[in-house]
């Protein structure tokens, strides 16, 4: 049982490049969420997606793309990254929208 | 390394005595709140949570309290260990609501 499973750890890109991190959950939770961390600060909210084929946005939404592929996996686009869009990026599960967050361990960007 | 904890405030204790962390919260309509803890290179990871029904609540070495008057909220950890270093979120959000928002953080630092 992995819980919150976040794939790359890290990565590189040059301004104007496009990735796309991925994220999967095996507790079988409805909701599911991605967050940016920038140093000094808490925890600020992209996207969420309260349930399978429902997404929406967040506190800072702009520069980012999400897709809910199915209950499992919620992925967090980047269609043309900017040097402000370094971060660290957690997603996270939980079971009804109202529970405690399961986090990953989180994919490190670097935008140069 | 991890930038997480840049800027932070900082709490120092001995190894042995209590811990307390305090957060201020942000909205008076927020009625679940977690803490968080959050170890070096890792996501967060779920302490204990209270609702607003309630302003105390026990866990394993920790106690949670609330202060809805004054929209304040204090983690108490008892016999503070080494493993206890790390950075503590608080989080709230309103019931159902999907959107935790996340204070920016205390580091606790134990010192042997």
């Known amino acids: 049982n992995a819980g919150v499973t976040q794939t790359p750890k890290f990565q590189v890109l040059k301004t104007g490049q496009s990735m796309t991190l991925q994220c999967a959950q095996d507790m079988n939770h409805n909701s599911m969420y991605w967050y940016r961390q920038d140093p000094g600060m808490g925890l600020r909210l992209i996207y969420y997606?309260?349930?399978?084929?429902?997404?929406d946005k967040g506190e800072v939404p702009n520069g980012y793309n999400v897709s809910r592929l199915n209950k499992r996996e919620f992925s967090l686009r980047l269609e043309s990254a900017a040097p402000s869009q370094t971060s660290v990026y957690f997603c996270a599960a939980d079971r009804d929208g109202n529970s405690p967050l399961h986090f990953g361990n989180g994919t490190r960007l670097t935008v140069t | 390394g991890e930038s997480v904890g840049l800027h932070l405030p900082t709490l120092s204790v001995q190894e042995g005595d209590n811990s307390i962390i305090n957060c201020a919260y942000s909205?008076?309509?927020?009625?679940?709140f977690i803490w968080y803890k959050q170890e070096s290179g890792k996501g967060p990871q779920f302490i204990i949570d209270i609702r607003s029904n309630m302003d105390k609540r026990q866990g394993q070495r920790v106690t949670v309290l609330l202060n809805k008057t004054v929209k304040h909220l204090s983690l108490q950890i008892a016999a503070t260990q080494p493993g206890d270093s790390a950075v503590y979120f608080c989080?709230?959000?309103?019931?159902?609501?999907?959107?935790?928002?996340f204070g920016s953080g205390t580091k606790l630092n134990v010192k042997p």
């Open positions: 909205n008076s309509a927020s009625d679940y």
């Open positions: 989080a709230e959000t309103l019931y159902n609501f999907n959107k935790f928002y």
């Open positions: 997606s309260a349930s399978e084929g429902t997404t």
